[in-house]
């Protein structure tokens, strides 16, 4: 590997937790292939993290991510500094009968990686290495790595980055694992698909552990590997310790080649759209002028893919909705973009937007973004992605559900989110639908080319609120279960794969889909968040994971015999 690595500026704190990764385990006959060392020393590679255990000061801030719902108490947490490292502490908990759990950055929705059954948690937090390996012409990133300095490291260092999500304290390993996306995402793809190699430490069915690199090479024996990482979600085949990219068609060896560049400039736009502004027909055609103009707007080729929005539709609690909008300002007519966008939003509500004077949901307040501004693209990125405070919250609790939207709203859909939006009893200013641009380049690809097989949808959506009282739980996952079931009303309470929607993203994982009380579809869990792909998952955990050993209440699950 090349001696012009950066570092992310990650401190290894202990306020980490949570984000489950994925990974396999060794396939019987295959043979393991020999991981590529990091740059600095082999004794750096073969580096050994803390063991942590109960009575130690930092065992209660380690046992729980992002989302307080969740909390484990473990035997004891292990930090993971290197793949041998790794390897190590996998081989030892294989060999105890102990339960495991995986985490990078602590923000994974559901109980993955603490919850009453885990014994180990393999923590990856310290895992912050990003850098360029000149032997596999791509660049590495470790588990560990959070977005922001991912997206700092590659664009300092050679002018590149992949296009992953705002939030920027999440880690990479779960974030990449289950097809990660972002404001470039319509442009460029999901990260995942610029994904050129992963390593994964896995457990055979004898208890030992190996470490192996899986490419999309064709002539690859681990390229199954390779793809299950590409969206198949976190925690289901073993320990990720590194993820290698290199975009598709990448030529030459210039650094700079290898990965997409995101624009020098972008056009950016937030403002607020207050709720008194608002009665039902009105917010009926706001949210109908959105699915409209996505509905038209998402396909690969189109000059729309150059833009992408972020719609937090509020509670009315909270007393306004928000919105950002950002566009390449360096394409041909980037203002006329924004501009028809935004007319098009607007259009017949007579709604007159604010300035985002307030943080609403993922958002931060913005004021000085009421009228559109140009600004450098890692700017935007660090302005809009580490200030939103509800969404990183790490003493709070939280619900979501997801869906992938392939046309506009229905009525009765739109009905549903005003009624619960508008509660008399609702109180908590801290919930919103989050709806997200989507398609464009992520509709390029056929739906088996990668593990996430959601390739025809035009926009996103993330159901969520979130509180601190633990004795509120009951109340606040009422209203999240109450308002997804009643939006989806007329497909047993859940986003079917049918003409009008493509199921859930694992990346926002929801265990109540994997309850008939909750979903009266008919249609499987395993179906929602991983349509026809989810048998050839199968095929990967029976080769990498024999045993089952990597489990959760979402994951792949071994092939019936």
Known sequence: MSGIDRRTVLGRTAAVAGTALAAGALAPAARAAAPAQPSSTAAAAAATGATIRPGDARYAGLTTGNNQRFVAKPDYIKMIRSAKDAERALQA???????????????????????????????FSEMTHVGYDETRRAFVVEPGARLINVYE???????????????????????????????????????????????????????RARTIVATREKNDPHRELWWAHT??????????????????????????????????????????????????????????????????????????????????????????????????????????LLDDYMAAILAGTKVTPRALTRANGELPAMPQLAAPQHLPWLQATRLVGTNNPTITNPTSRGAHKSAYMRTNFTDHQVAAMYRHLTRPDFHNPDTMIVLFS?????????????????????????????????????????????????FFAKTGGVPVIDDTTDGCYINYPDTDVADPRRNRSGVPWTTLYYKDNYPRLQ????????????RHSLSVKLPRR
């Open 231 to 336: 969206g198949g979600g976190g925690g289901n085949f073993g320990l990720v310790t590194r993820y290698w990219f290199r975009s598709p068609g990448a030529r030459g060896t210039n650094p700079a080649d290898q990965l997409v560049s995101p624009p020098s400039t972008v056009l950016v736009s937030a403002v607020d759209l207050p709720w008194d502004q608002l009665d039902e027909a009105t917010f009926t055609r706001l949210l109908k002028n959105f699915g409209a103009w996505h509905e038209t707007h998402s396909a690969p080729d189109s000059p729309y893919r150059h833009l992408s929005s972020l719609f937090n539709v509020s509670s009315k609690a909270h007393g306004s909705l928000g919105m950002f909008t950002q566009v390449d300002a360096t394409v041909p007519g980037a203002e006329k």
């Open 93 to 123: 908990a294989f060999k105890a009968g102990k339960r495991v759990a995986v985490r990078s950055g602590g923000h994974c929705f559901a109980d993955f990686a603490a919850n009453a059954d885990i014994e180990v948690i393999l923590d």
């Open 438 to 486: 989507f398609g464009g380049q992520v509709n390029a690809l056929a739906p088996d080319a990668t593990a996430n097989a959601q390739r025809s949808s035009v926009f996103k959506m993330c159901f969520q609120t979130f509180w601190a009282d633990k004795d509120e739980d009951a109340f606040y996952l009422g209203w999240a279960r109450g308002i997804y079931e009643d």
């Open 153 to 207: 490291a590659l664009y300092k260092g050679w002018g590149v980055t992949i296009p992953g999500g705002i939030c920027y304290s999440v880690g990479a390993g779960g974030h990449i694992a289950g097809g990660g996306y972002g404001l470039l995402s319509r442009a460029h793809g999901l990260v995942s698909d610029h994904l050129y190699a992963v390593e994964v430490v896995t457990v055979d069915a004898s208890g």
């Open 539 to 550: 095929q990967v955990k029976k080769a990498y994971d024999p045993t089952d050993y990597f």
